[in-house]
T-cell receptor, first 115, second 111 residues
């Protein structure tokens, strides 16, 4: 596709439920990033992939959060046993490569509401 | 990573030039300055990036003084559609990794 695609756009989960959020990056983009954006705040870094390798997961808030990109293209962010504080917009971004001057392209995000 | 400070909000009128200043006193030698724009229910969108002096593209200009401790995003002749949150980011080598967004500046353009 022309841009980064995320699905679903909206997800309502009951507390304790597991969720999976999907990201389709721009074709050919090596780098993929996940961010979490709470209401009224800027996005915060969660994790970074270069192809299929997860090189940085320092931003994942707990071991309930897990991300994968098994074939170096589509990525899935999984949240186990969701809590109310997990309610946020989850943004995915991709870039051609990770070096200076490289622009990151963001998807529209998935709005997760935990009730 | 260098911390940035920018106004929480700004109002402007259609057709005016808008300047949003960002402070980054602890910017490192290899840090680039990048600005993103975010509309409601959209992901952030890259606007402009620079290292020093002035950078201009079809959307905006970025002014960076010699000491690089601040930068100013200039939007010429804004329209209602420029209403958005604008983020100033400072990061090593201009890499997209670990973008640190802060709270941004809510720009509201009035008719």
């Amino acid at each position: 596709g022309a841009g980064v695609s995320q699905s679903p756009r909206y997800k309502v989960a009951k507390r304790g439920q597991d969720v999976a959020l999907r990201c389709d990056p721009i074709s050919g983009h090596v780098s993929l990033f996940w961010y979490q954006q709470a209401l009224g705040q800027g996005p915060e870094f969660l994790t970074y992939f270069q192809n299929e390798a997860q090189l940085d997961k320092s931003g994942l808030p707990s071991d309930r959060f897990f991300a994968e990109r098994p074939e170096g293209s589509v990525s899935t962010l999984k949240i186990q046993r969701t809590q109310q504080e997990d309610s946020a917009v989850y943004l995915c971004a991709s870039s051609l490569e990770d070096r200076e001057g490289t622009e990151a392209f963001f998807g529209q995000g998935t709005r997760l509401t935990v009730v | 990573l260098a911390k940035t400070t920018q106004p929480i909000s700004m109002d402007s009128y259609e057709g005016q030039e808008v300047n949003i200043t960002c402070s980054h006193n602890n910017i490192a030698t290899n840090d680039y300055i990048t600005w993103y724009q975010q509309f409601p229910s959209q992901g952030p969108r890259f606007i402009i990036q620079g290292y020093k002096t002035k950078v201009t593209n079809e959307v905006a200009s970025l002014f960076i003084p010699a000491d690089r401790k601040s930068s100013t995003l200039s939007l010429p002749r804004v329209s209602l559609s420029d209403t958005a949150v604008y983020y100033c980011l400072v990061g090593p080598s201009g890499s997209a990794r670990q973008l640190t967004f802060g709270s941004g500046t809510q720009l509201t353009v009035l008719p």
